[in-house]
């Protein structure tokens, strides 16, 4: 269990922060730390593979490669399967589950696919024991990830159970919220100190602030779930017990000011308990109020990070709405009168903040009048977005009149 082959997926366009993520967490780095299409693989140890499931803010899952092997037919995906030792990480006791993504297969049914490694898993068992695990779709106790190409099978057993997005502490939550897992992508893509101040101004749950103020304060983000790889045979308590004693006696005091602002009460409210839960309420300060109506939470400018609203959050644009049967609604389904507003509002009020914004609307910047200084490709889910830095100056040479006039 010295040297496992890991693989850490991860939302497109954060491969490069997670790979320096897992550098930081385990000092880790070439040949034994290779950026790969959609996440990061690792040659590490399995108490590495606990640390990483621990610590990691961007990684969705920690699988362990099992086997690689060719494949032609469903056949071939039976015998390469039925040749891992599966009795190595598991017992009979424990339920699975199989799942399967596949790039390019030939293959007509992925379902198909996914019964013939159930089947071969079953079977092996079946063979060295006289007894069978039974197959739970809805919670495993173990996961099994069938990852097909057009012409081999890989094959991976999850360290980590439930995505690693969930971090225990978002009980309360709105319309379309936003992972934790990307909202920590966005601060890793905006380089922020942890010393700057930080404010959202559509806070929503309060997941961009939380975040913020948890790395802040060095609190590991798995500090409060528990993981796959507790029901698992290479697990040992003490191990495990050690890894989360030093992650606690590593937290610290953070005197950085983390601000967020929601529109709508009900939200602030939402992630006051979430920021209580995460151990943070101390470091967050939370207040109601219209992004286009709220000055500058400090006096030292600071970063600006939002996930402004669109799409089922676009209830969030409050004065540039109308109010429709008791809520807040956009003009327009893109956001009206919104991102004009809110640009205008900044150039006016925070002059020396910086601004990102995680967007699906690559004309942003023409619509908002600014011109962003950076543009960085992320995916929130299925949804193709970009993360842009404006700098913020009062005024702008688009709203001067042309030269002659």
Same mark, same amino acid.
């Given at each position: ?12 366009g954060?491969?490069?922060f997670? &790979?320096? @993520?897992v ?11 290779? !950026? *790969?299409?959609? #996440? =990061?693989?690792?040659?590490a140890?399995?108490r590495?593979?606990?640390?990483l499931?621990?610590?990691? +803010? ?9 086997s ?5 037919s469903e056949?071939d995906?039976?015998?390469? *399967?039925?040749?891992v ?8 006791r ?7 993504? *596949? ?5 007509k049914?992925? $379902?198909?696919?996914g019964?013939? =490694?159930?089947?071969a898993i079953?079977d092996?068992?079946? $063979?060295? !024991?006289g ?6 779709t809805?919670?495993?106790?173990? +996961?099994?990830y069938?990852?097909?190409t ?14 690693l997005?969930?971090?225990g502490?978002r009980?309360?939550? #709105? ?11 966005? /601060? ?8 700057t ?14 975040e913020a103020?948890?790395? &802040?304060?060095? /609190?590991?983000?798995? %500090? ?5 790889? @507790? ?6 308590p003490h191990?495990?017990?050690?890894l ?6 590593? %937290?610290? %005091? ?7 602002s929601?529109?709508a ?7 006051q ?11 967050v ?22 996930n402004?609203?669109y799409?089922?959050? /676009? ?5 540039? #709405?109308?109010t429709q049967q008791?809520r807040e ?5 893109d ?20 601004a990102?914004?995680? !967007?699906?609307?690559?004309k ?11 543009r960085?490709?992320?995916? $929130?889910?299925p ?13 702008? *040479? ?5 030269? #002659?006039?």
């Amino acid at each position: 269990m010295n040297s496992l082959q890991l693989f850490l997926p991860c939302a497109a366009g954060v491969e490069g922060f997670l &790979a320096d @993520e897992v550098h930081r967490l385990t000092g880790l780095a070439g040949d034994d730390l290779l !950026t *790969a299409r959609g #996440g =990061v693989e690792v040659r590490a140890s399995w108490r590495d593979a606990m640390r990483l499931n621990l610590h990691s +803010r961007l990684a969705q899952r920690v699988l362990v490669q099992l086997s690689n092997t060719p494949y032609r037919s469903e056949q071939d995906l039976y015998e390469g *399967a039925s040749q891992v030792a599966w009795e190595v990480w598991f017992t009979t006791r424990e339920t699975f589950k199989v799942e399967v993504t *596949a790039q390019h297969s030939p293959l007509k049914s992925l $379902n198909f696919a996914g019964l013939k =490694v159930k089947d071969a898993i079953v079977d092996r068992f079946r $063979n060295k !024991t006289g007894e069978r695990p039974s197959v739970e779709t809805q919670w495993p106790h173990t +996961r099994v990830y069938v990852h097909l190409t057009s012409e081999r099978m890989t094959l991976y057993i999850d360290t980590s159970g439930e995505p690693l997005f969930k971090r225990g502490w978002r009980e309360d939550k #709105g319309e379309a919220p936003l992972k934790e897992t990307l909202a920590a992508a966005m /601060i890793a893509a905006s380089g922020w100190d942890t010393v700057t101040p930080l404010y959202d101004p559509c806070c929503g749950s309060g997941t961009i602030a939380i975040e913020a103020a948890q790395i &802040a304060c060095n /609190i590991a983000p798995g %500090q409060l779930r528990r993981f796959g790889f @507790e029901r698992l045979l290479p697990y040992q308590p003490h191990v495990w017990n050690a890894l989360r004693e030093e992650a606690v006696a590593a %937290q610290k %005091q953070s005197s950085v000011e983390v601000f967020g602002s929601d529109v709508a009460f009900r939200m602030v409210d939402f992630a006051q308990r979430n920021a209580e839960r995460a151990g943070v309420a101390d470091v967050v300060k939370l207040r109601g109020g219209d992004a286009l109506q709220r000055m500058p939470p400090c006096e030292t400018p600071g970063v600006m990070l939002v996930n402004p609203p669109y799409g089922a959050r /676009i209830e969030t644009a409050g004065v540039a #709405g109308r109010t429709q049967q008791g809520r807040e609604r956009a003009d327009v389904e893109d956001g009206g009168d919104f991102f004009p507003q809110l640009a205008a509002h900044w150039k006016k009020n925070y002059p020396g903040w910086t601004a990102w914004i995680l !967007t699906p609307d690559l004309k942003l910047p023409s619509r908002m009048r600014l011109k962003e200084s950076r543009r960085v490709p992320m995916w $929130n889910g299925p949804i193709e977005c970009r993360l842009f830095r404006f700098d913020m100056v009062r005024g702008s *040479a688009r709203d001067k009149p042309p030269a #002659g006039h």
